[in-house]
């Protein structure tokens, strides 16, 4: 039989014989066993190929019954710190029995507690007999198979388990002077039926009238004009078998593309709040402090405008009509508050940061949309100036929510919260006073997580009138938000923010996409 | 937030109850219990609001009333007293404002005088703006002879401040005294400093900054002058918790006389302030449903006088605010005090019946698709940070600054982190030189703001790393990109420098360049520490769509 080998139809040869089933490497890697080589990394070196390439190669050479195969797993020992301190200085019997001499010695003399140990093993080796508080030497002690272990690791270092008596390790284990590791070893050696094999390989390789029946792969033309039965098929007059693989060898990895955990977190929780009817608004990063504090009532000498704990940039904005936001702070305008007093600069209103919440957003958005029912959140990143660590970024994301309407109490804030959170898959949820310098009253709501207990998540409230006032809304307004970030660390198990932002690939690709969120 | 240091004895004693009882209740109260492993104290934080109950104090005083032990307007008897003190008009530019009080009789254990020294410094920190606004001085009265003296001295005016056995200069102590050193800023720009002297000359304090050592407060003293100093009304709600604090501790309030050009004060006062609500608005808000007997005893269970004005049926409460309480602007502030009264925990949490349609912002819908592009394309989202630097927004990526368009922030907190990024390019080269140790090729990408002129613009951008990346590869990526998006996009040559001559693209539609593409250059790559050669794309799309809420 001979057939012409086109390009793309890759044939091997095949004889009755499974012996000749060999692929290039497959000889290759005979030959390497054959002389003499035993270990898969060193002829995975010198063929220079993957050492798991050579593995499947030889697996299937074993199959064939060319090669026997050792697949084991090896004990290497080598001596704990104390186990060589004793190779050196000798074990405590045997420095016990120096002191002894020939006539022995009172136990009392015997005081340093790294040799005492050793009295209990005079006597289970019968080096000695301990009566009447006097230890007497007997026999001649001569040195024992665990010492002579201690001296080969001594000077080997690590060696295989098997070299090495076992009783003797198994005792030098349990006092904690040796310790082992499993390493997976391989031993291959080439069997008679391997040697002819290769042989006929090589020899068939040299003919010229080699004999060509088995296909690696498939091509277009031999689907379309093979005559097919099982594995086996007739193409061009002569018929062939396709190439059967070890189909549980591993494979090369490849990761896909993915959305990032994160973002699936922050995914989740704006159809959450789509589910529940919000409206979802963004605004822009840079801020005047008068959105970002003034409008929200907070004094300007309040702790939290400082430069500490925002960023301000050297810039002024444009502020709306400002005179309602004035009164409000200096005099508490006409809502029956007293206000903060002093005088309210317009100045410090203009100066611009990067934007230290999505309130800042949410008070534009409701000014532009005072009348009822307004439900809009937003999820965006925010900016304090804070030091990165693994607790705290500079940045971070923060999801908000309000509702303005007709009738809206506290307890229907309490109730959203209880919906939201549900939603979120917390169930249990409780609620703790708070104090935010825009809401009135306030509260803090707390979910219960298994193994940590009670977690505060996030803040709430119903925005004071001294905030809703000057922009002429005259419906309560609820509002809560939470910081995005805290809630995934806890959904994936982080103990660093910053894995979030300058992320490890490998954690990336590891993590599954049927997490849930 | 402060924290306040609660000894279990101290405050069972003070309160009148176990000690189980009010932890398992103070939370509801509205306080962070911390974490503590101690026997003998727990610490707790109160909000910045509650000044009142930054001292074990003023704790005791809210737990009773919350607990029910005593509820109702803590009475306060202040008894008529001698001493003077007389305010001279030089403090009016400098610190014009001071409240004084004499508290005798007290006996000082070791938790009543840590928690005094505390409660000043929180006080300092939470109402006083780090003492600008208010600044406290507690002294032993035995030491000095009223009347006392509150006037602007000059900076070479010496005397002994506490901690020292030397005499300086106020001037002196503003450079060599530790808290000289720490709130000199206050007096900046001043040529005479505040003082306050007895009858003889001798110093109290040099507020806002230090005592004299002449009147320390030591283990045997009795007898307290309190001056509270500033530049806002404040100071006297400041002086009102403190001497309300060590008039629970069992000490007698004598008031002094502060004589002022403007008329004499009688200090401190403590008379409440009288605030008259609705019961409906209390109902309305809170969203229970309470006849004014049921919200009057809320409040009294939070310390409030509250009387029912009218008979049966009546709607209005006449509410005693106590004159400790500094957090009390608009009457939501005492129906929050209600509602705590009544308990978080005992109002029922119900849905509103608001009922709207909620729709997704375009941008964000628009993102989506564009992550269902790239993660097709086999891109991994990364979503790293918008702070970023000059020297990798454009130095390392061989791009020059217009600095017109760059969003500096004023204080950094580090040189990493100066600006808001104009593009994300930069920060996926910075990902990918942290990940080389993974296994290539790897491919990544990033949608989400960039600031252009101080606005929110949205890009995208992708980077490919691995020994074969070419121009071919992220050519496909682009055709296939806008062919997902359906826009038409012309390719250019560019001038990006990010990019190799020759093998870069502008991306232009409708005429206007929105983005560009191609092999890194060699020197983008070494300045970011890569070895392997890359390619990248980045795209403006904010502007791609026409703007409004389309249908998506």
Not at chain 1, 31 to 46: C, L, R, V
Not at chain 1, 215 to 236: C, L
Not at chain 2, 114 to 142: F, P, T, Y
Not at chain 2, 318 to 327: I, M, Q
């Amino acid at each position: 039989m001979k057939i012409t080998i086109s390009q793309r139809l890759i044939i091997m040869p095949k004889e009755e014989d499974t012996r000749s089933k060999l692929s290039p490497r497959d000889r290759q890697v005979l030959k390497e066993i054959s002389d003499g080589f035993t270990d898969p990394g060193k002829i995975a070196e010198k063929l220079k190929i993957k050492e798991v390439s050579v593995i499947s190669s030889a697996e299937g050479l074993a199959e064939m019954g060319l090669i026997s195969l050792d697949k084991g797993v090896e004990e290497v020992c080598a001596l704990t710190e104390e186990g060589a301190r004793y190779a050196e200085i000798g074990l405590p019997e045997r420095r016990i029995l120096e002191i002894a001499g020939v006539e022995g010695v009172p136990l009392s003399e015997i005081k340093d507690p790294a040799l005492k140990v050793g009295i209990g093993w005079l006597k289970k080796k019968g080096w000695a007999t301990v009566e009447a508080g006097r230890i007497t030497p007997k026999g001649d002690a001569l040195p024992g198979k665990d010492e002579e272990i201690l001296e080969a690791l001594l000077f080997q270092g690590e060696t295989s388990g098997s070299a090495l008596d076992e009783e003797a390790l198994k005792l030098l284990k349990s006092r904690g002077l040796v310790e082992s590791r499993s390493e997976k070893s391989w031993s291959f050696e080439i069997t008679d039926a391997g040697r002819s094999a290769l042989k006929m390989a090589e020899d068939s390789s040299r003919s010229s009238s080699a004999v060509f029946d088995y296909v690696a792969q498939i091509t277009p033309d031999m689907i379309k004009n093979g005559v097919w039965e099982g594995k086996y098929v007739d193409y061009k007059g002569t018929r062939y078998e396709v190439r059967p693989y070890d189909v549980t060898l591993p494979a090369e990895r490849i990761y896909p593309g993915k959305v990032h955990p994160y973002q699936r977190l922050l995914t989740r929780m704006r159809e959450i709040m789509l589910e529940m009817g919000f409206t979802e608004i963004k605004g822009e990063i840079v801020q005047s402090s008068f959105w970002n504090f003034d409008a929200l009532f907070q004094p300007q000498d309040h702790p939290a405008r400082e430069m500490q704990d925002t960023f301000y940039l050297d810039s002024r904005a444009e502020i709306p009509d400002y005179a309602s936001v004035k009164e409000m702070h200096e005099r508490g305008g006409d809502v029956g508050s007293t206000g903060w007093g002093g005088n309210w600069d317009p100045e410090v209103a203009r100066r611009k940061v990067l934007r230290t919440h999505t309130t800042s957003v949410t008070i534009k958005y409701l000014a532009d949309h005072p009348n009822p029912p307004v439900k809009a959140f937003s999820i965006d990143r925010v900016y304090r100036r804070e030091a990165i660590d693994p607790t705290h970024t500079p940045e971070f994301e923060q999801l908000e929510g309000v509702i303005m309407d007709d009738g809206l109490s506290f307890a229907n804030l309490l109730g959203v919260l209880k919906g939201f959170y549900a939603k979120m898959g917390f169930d249990e949820v409780r609620f703790r006073p708070g104090y935010f310098p825009y809401t009135e009253p306030s509260v803090e709501p707390e979910v219960y997580i298994e193994g940590l207990g009670w977690v505060e998540l996030g803040g709430a409230g119903v925005f004071r009138r001294e905030v809703t006032a000057p922009f002429g809304i005259e419906r309560p307004v609820l509002a809560w938000g939470l910081g995005v970030g805290r809630l995934a660390m806890l959904r994936l198990g982080l103990k660093d923010l910053r894995l979030l932002y300058q992320s490890d690939l490998g954690w990336l690709r590891d993590m599954p996409l049927s997490t849930r969120m | 937030m402060p924290v306040v240091r609660l000894y279990y004895e101290d405050l069972e004693e003070m309160v009148g109850a176990s000690r189980d009882l009010f932890m398992a209740r103070i939370a509801m109260m509205g306080a962070d219990i911390g974490k503590s492993d101690e026997e003998d104290y727990v610490d707790v934080e109160f909000f910045p609001d509650r000044p009142d109950l930054y001292s074990s104090e003023g704790v005791a005083r809210a737990l009773q009333g919350f607990l029910d032990i005593k509820v109702g307007l803590p009475e306060y008897h202040v008894h008529p007293g001698e001493i003077a003190l007389k305010v001279d008009p030089s403090v009016e530019g400098v610190r014009p404002l001071i409240g004084c009080a004499v508290v005798r009789d007290l006996e000082f254990s070791d938790p009543a005088i840590e928690s005094l020294m505390d409660l000043q410094e929180d006080l300092h920190w939470g109402l006083g703006r780090n003492r600008r606004k208010v600044a406290i001085g507690v002294h032993d009265i035995s030491r000095v002879v009223p009347p006392f003296t509150y006037f602007a001295a000059d900076p070479s005016f010496k005397f002994v401040p506490l901690d020292f056995d030397e005499s300086l200069s106020m001037a002196e102590i503003l450079k060599r005294h530790p808290k000289g050193i720490g709130y000199a800023t206050i007096l900046e720009g001043f040529d005479r400093y505040p003082l306050i002297v007895d009858a003889k000359g001798d110093v109290l304090s040099f507020p806002p900054i230090i005592n004299g050592e002449l009147t320390r407060v030591r283990d045997d003293t009795r007898d307290l002058f309190i001056d509270v100093t500033g530049t806002d009304p404040v100071v006297y709600k400041a002086l009102n918790i403190v001497v309300t604090a060590l008039a629970e501790r069992g000490g007698r309030i004598e008031s002094v006389r502060v004589e002022r050009a403007e008329g004499d004060l009688t200090l401190p006062d403590l008379s409440a302030a009288i605030w008259n609500v609705r019961v409906d608005d209390a109902n309305a808000l809170i969203g229970f449903d309470l006849s004014a007997e049921e919200v009057a005893a809320c409040l009294e269970r939070m310390r409030f006088g509250a009387k029912v004005r009218g008979g049966p049926g009546a709607d209005e409460l006449e509410v005693s605010v106590p004159p400790y309480r500094a957090d009390i602007m608009h009457s939501w502030d005492i129906f929050e005090d209600a509602a705590k009264g009544y308990g978080y925990d005992n109002l029922t949490a119900t849905l509103p019946g608001t009922v709207t349609v909620g729709e997704p912002h375009p941008i964000e819908v628009r993102k989506a698709d564009l992550r269902d592009v790239m993660v097709g394309l086999g891109y991994l989202e990364t979503m790293p940070f918008t702070l970023t630097s000059e020297m990798v927004n454009f130095e390392r990526m061989r791009r020059r600054s217009r600095d017109l368009e760059v969003t500096r922030v004023l204080h950094p907190i580090s040189e990493l982190h100066t600006m808001v990024r104009t593009s994300i390019l930069p920060s996926l080269l910075e990902i990918i030189a942290i990940n080389q140790h993974h296994p290539l090729p790897q491919s990544i990408f990033a949608v989400g703001d960039v600031l252009e002129g101080g606005r929110t613009r949205q890009d995208l951008a992708a980077a490919s790393i691995h020994s074969s990346a070419d121009f071919a590869e992220i050519r496909s990526a682009v055709e296939a990109l806008f062919g997902e998006l359906a826009i038409e996009v012309e390719i250019r040559s560019s001038e990006d420098g990010a990019f190799l001559e020759g093998r870069r693209g502008d991306l232009m539609v409708g005429g206007e360049r929105v983005g560009s593409f191609g092999e890194f250059h060699p020197q983008v790559l070494q300045s970011f520490g890569l070895d392997m050669p890359a390619v990248g794309l980045e795209l403006r799309w904010d502007r791609l769509w026409p703007a409004g809420r389309s249908r998506l």
